[in-house]
C-alpha cells in the first residue's frame, strides 16, 4: 500500500469528511462541497460555525489537522520548528485529554446506552483544567441520546494509545533535531568551526530510519508500531472500513444485518474496531436520508479522493 | 459611561478635535499592480533614532532606506516626505551544503545604531547571518591626477610634462552602502531577532532556541547567554519567539516564548542567563479555553518602552501592556480582532494562526499600534482607552486625506460602512509597523507596499 503524504492527506480528508456527513446528515443538513480547498475550509468552517458539534467530534478533527500538518512539515526539507512545537503540544494536550476520559469511563460499545454527559469534558485533571463552557455541555447531554450508539465508537475510535502517540511526536522532533542542530552549544562558539565529529554517523542512522519510516503504513511517525490498541492510524491502514462506511449509505433497506446485533461489551480492543463500520451507519438513527442528496455528496467525495 | 460619552462627542466632536489624532494619508511606496513578485514582500520596516531615515528589508534580501527631506519643515504644510535614499542587497540566498538547506535572504528584522558620526550604521538579519552597514554620503570626487586619465586609466608617466595637485570638485550625491561586518555561523535555528544594548557596543541575536550576546567590533566569536534547548530534543515545548535589550539598563533583557511567558534577565547573575531574573506570565482565562489556546498564546513580539519602564507584546488576538515591576499580569490589555476567536479552526487550517504581528510605541508611549488582516491596522490610546481601526489602501490616496475610521461587524447585522468577518481579506495582512521617535509619522507595511501616514498638520 503505498504510503506518503498525499495519500495520508487523502485518507484522514476523507475520515473527516465521513465523519462529519454522518453527522450532518444525522441532522438533516446539506452541504455542498465543490472542490478540495472548499472542502476542508468546509470543515474547519463548519467547526467554527457549528454549535451542535459534539466535542469528541470537534477534537477528532483538529486532531486530524494536526496530524496532517505534522506530516506536511516533515516532508519538508526544513520544517518550521515553531509551528512543529506548537502542534505536537496541541497533539499532546489532546491526547492526554482522551487518556483521562478513557481511564474515566469503560468503553461500551455497540450497546444501546448511552454514556453520561459527564464522560465529555469539562474534566479536571492535574496537568490541563479544560473547562468547557455550560452550554456545550447542555447540549451534549441533549445530542447524547441520539448519538447513543455512536459515542462509544467515537470514543473507543478517538483513543490512542500512549506510546503511539508519544513516540509519533518524538519521532517528529527528533528528525527536526537532525535537520537543524549539529552543532553542540558552547558558551564561546567561534566562527567558522560549527560541525562536531559525531554528526557523520547521526546522518548515516537517520537516513536509514527515514528510508524505513517511508516504508508501511505508519510512515507518518517513525517509531510508530502497530499495536493492539485501536490506535487512530490503524485505522488508516484498513481501506475496508472505509469502504464499508460509503457502501452502507447507498442501502436503500436501512435494516441491514449489519446493523446493531447487540454485542457484549468487549474488552478486547480489536473487536471494538471490526464492529465500527456496523454500528456506525447513519441507519442507526433510524433518520430517512435523501439518497439524492447521498450520492451527490459521496460523487464529490470520489472525484476529491477516488481520482 | 455612556453619559460620558455623549459628552465628549459634544465638546470634542466625534472621531476628531481635542487631544485626538487624525491621520492623514502621506505617501505610498512600492508596485501598483495586484501580482506580488515574492521578493517584494516586506518584511520588516524600522526608523532610525532621530527618524530622518526609514528602513525596509524585503523577501529578496533588499534594504531601501528612505530618507525625509528637510526643506518642507520650515512651511509646515506637511512634515517631509520620505524619498529613496539608498538601496542594497544585504544578503544573497545560499545554500548549506552539508545539511542540504536552502538559506533564505529574506530579512528579517533591521535594527538603526544611533549616529555618531557622518555616517549611518544599521544591523541587518537573515536566517542565519547578521550584517553591520555602513551608508555613507558621498558628494565630492577628486579630480586632476596626474597619472590617471579622468576614466581611470593610467597614463604613461612619459607623457606627463605638468604636475597639478587633485582637487575635490562637488557632484551628485552619491548614497554607498557597504558591508562592515559580518557575524556568520553562530545560529543553527532562524534568527527571530536581534537588539542593539543601550552600551551601543553589544548587541543580541535569538534564534529559536538560542541568544548570542556580540560585540560590534568582533565577528569571531559570540557569547552564548540563553540556552532553552533541552539536552533530549523530544522533550522540547517552548521556543524563543523574540528578544530585546532594555533602552536603558544594558545588562537587562527580555525574551518572549511560544507559551506566552516573558522572561527578564540580568547578565550580571550569571554567564549564562538560563535562570530568569522575572518571568511574566498571565494565568489563562478557563471560559476562553479551546484547542487552540495555546497557539494563539505564542507571543510574536515584544517591545520596550521608550522609557523602560513597561513593555508590550503581542500575541495572535491582543497586546498586552506589562509593568515590569509586575510579573503575574499585564496592566493593559488590548483585543486587537476579538471578532476572529469564533474563526480559530478555520484560520489553523489555513495557517494564518501562526502569522506573526509586530506591534510599536509612539515615541511619548502614550499610543500602541499593531496590524490586523484586510490591510488594517490599530491604534490604542493608553490614556483615553480609546482605540481606533484604519486601512492602509491606495483608494485614500490623496495626500492629506484623513483616513476614515474602519468597523469589523462580528456578527448579526451589518451596519453601513462595517465590514463583516466573512469578507476580511486573510491574504491581506499588516504585520510590520513602525512609529517616528519623536513625531506623529507612521510607517505600515502591507504585503508589498509602504505607507506613510502622518497626522492632520492644521
Known sequence: MLCNGAALKKRVLRKNYNTLKRFMLGRGLKRKLSDYEENMAGLSSAFDSSRNLPYPLKRQLVLNMCLTKLQTYKMLVEPNLHRSVLIANTVRQIQEEMRQESSQQPINVCSGIAPHPHSYPGIDSSGISLHLPSGSSQQESSCCNSWSAEGPIENSLLMVSDDDMSSAISSILKDLDFMEDISPPTSLIPAGDDEPLKSPENTCLKLEDDRQDLKGAECVFGSFEISNS??????????DIFEDIDTSMYDSDFCSPLLMAPRPPSAATEETLKTFPSCNSPSTNNIPICRTDLSELDH???ILVGS | MFLKFSLRSIFY????????IQWCFSQVKGAVDDDVA????ISTVEFNHSGELLATGDKGGRVVIFQQEQENKIQSLSRGEYNVYSTFQSHEPEFDYLKSLEIEEKINKIRWLPQKNAAQFLLSTNDKTIKLWKISERDKRPEGYNLKEEDGRYRDP????????????????????SPRRIF????????????????????????DLRINLWHLEITDRSFNIVDIKPANMEELTEVITAAEFHPNSCNTFVYSSSKGTIRLCDMRASALCDRHSKLFEEPEDPSNRSFFSEIISSISDVKFSHSGRYMMTRDYLSVKIWDLNMENRP??????HEYLRSKLCSLYENDCIFDKFECCWNGSDSVVMTGSYNNFFRMFDRNTKRDITLEASRENNKPRTVLKPRKVCASGKRKKDEISVDSLDFNKKILHTAWHPKENIIAVATTNNLYIFQDKVN
Do not use: C, W
Not at chain 2, 515574492?38 to 514582500?41: L, N, T, V, Y
Not at chain 2, 556568520?184 to 552600551?199: Q, V
Open chain 1, 230 to 239: 485501536t490506535s487512530y492510524l490503524k485505522d488508516l491502514a484498513i481501506d
Open chain 1, 300 to 302: 464529490i467525495m470520489e
Open chain 2, 13 to 20: 466632536g466625534a472621531g476628531g478635535g481635542g487631544n485626538d
Open chain 2, 38 to 41: 515574492e521578493a517584494d514582500i
Open chain 2, 158 to 177: 612619459s607623457t606627463v610634462t605638468t604636475l597639478r595637485v587633485p582637487v575635490f570638485r562637488p557632484m551628485d550625491l552619491m548614497v554607498e552602502a
Open chain 2, 184 to 207: 556568520a555561523n553562530a545560529h543553527t535555528y532562524h534568527i527571530n531577532s536581534i537588539s542593539i544594548n543601550s552600551d551601543y557596543e553589544t548587541y543580541l541575536s535569538a534564534d
Open chain 2, 331 to 336: 496592566v493593559e490589555t488590548y483585543q486587537v
